[in-house]
């Protein structure tokens, strides 16, 4: 089954509802190696964004990611505002005006969003950033849509990746954004940004299920 | 004013507006603008705020725009690639303080961008640094270089000029006096050297000529060459002369 504009727009409530859930926790990951303001920036954003989306929904998945991008960029006022708004700028353009989403889809868009947050952040896999986790969940989405899977089983294996890739950035020194500079101190904390996109795309998998 | 603008982008309003004061007091034709905090006032970069300051800042001419932190700079890149035009901005990788002064000051001169981008760039080189490699170059070469100095007062081929200042205003060659001095002569084609204690500064950088920390009563030595060299000397003795309207 595929994904409409208001299954989209489902998913990105889920995604708020998640970020809400576990503001403390982000805020908390990010107070040991950043300046704390991870889980405050990213409610403050995914909330605008519900309230957009409450006051009405476009007709495509694209034009909705557009709105989370937009809202994302003008309300976050941390990296993750350029970031996480890069990331869905660049799967909205990718998916253009096509009305529903299947799987291949999905792995296309997150593919465009991992190009974009690395454009973007100019972070590789093993910096310690956002990167270690949406890159193998892109892949593992790649995989699954090749092995003919529908939204739910692509979504799902990349938020197992993700997941995946978080906690591998617990022993990694991190080399971008304000944890680089604590240097070796940054060793033993997992990544807020990493933990921030695995929980999303946790969200967006059980909603596609 | 039609000259290149800048934006500063920084995480604090205060750092913004901090950094503003300082380099429009150097170029006070310069549009300075901050793009600084979060509309609450509380810390972060707001991207609306660096695209109203990107407006306000570019008069025709362009705008450099310098930032705090990371995410800054990415805050800043996104708003300038959503510009109508993205080649009005450029997003630099300089020191925020000395970049912001250097490159306010090119543009106070009438830099184009890419001049005044490269002021704030080299901003970054620290002039004692320069000045050292320079006087190992100079090692090496030592009699051409005496030789050479020495054909300077002269001045007669290739328009060489020479002057020696003894300093009667109250701060010296510092940040202001020196800011003046590089506008004075921004527009004029010529090299002019400016030495204190053994020290040789560039007269087109303020740092380099910072770094020669010459105070009130020093004694400093102008030598130029190019085609406008005697006009850059005589508007540096001018400026002098006036305590550089202190």
Known sequence: MGCDAGRVAEALRAGAATVAEHKAELIDLDRAIGDADHGENLDRGFAAIVSTLDSGVPETPGAVLKIAATTLISKVGGAAGPLYGTAFLRAATKLGDVSELDGAAIATGLRAALEGVVTRGKAEVGDATMV???SPAVEAAERAQADGGDPAAVLSAAADAAKEGADSTVPLVARKGRASYLGERSVGHADPGATSTALLLRALAEVAR | MSGVGLVIVSHS?????????VAAQMAPDVAVRAAGGLPGGEIGTDYESVLAALEQADSGAGVVVLYDLGSAQMTAEMAVETLADPDTAVVLDAPLVEGAIAAAVAAQGGSDRSAVAEAA???ARHPEVADTADAAESTDTGTEEGTAAAAAP??????GARAEITLENEVGLHARPAA???????DLDADVRISHGGTEADGKSVFSLMSLAARKGDTIVVSASGPQAEEAVQRITELAGRGFDE
């Open chain 1, 132 to 134: 270690d986790a949406l």
């Open chain 2, 121 to 123: 760039r080299s901003a």
């Open chain 2, 154 to 159: 002269a001045g007669t081929s290739g328009g």
């Open chain 2, 13 to 21: 309003g205060k750092l913004a507006d901090g950094v503003v004061e």
């Open chain 2, 180 to 186: 003046l001095l590089t506008r004075s002569i921004a």
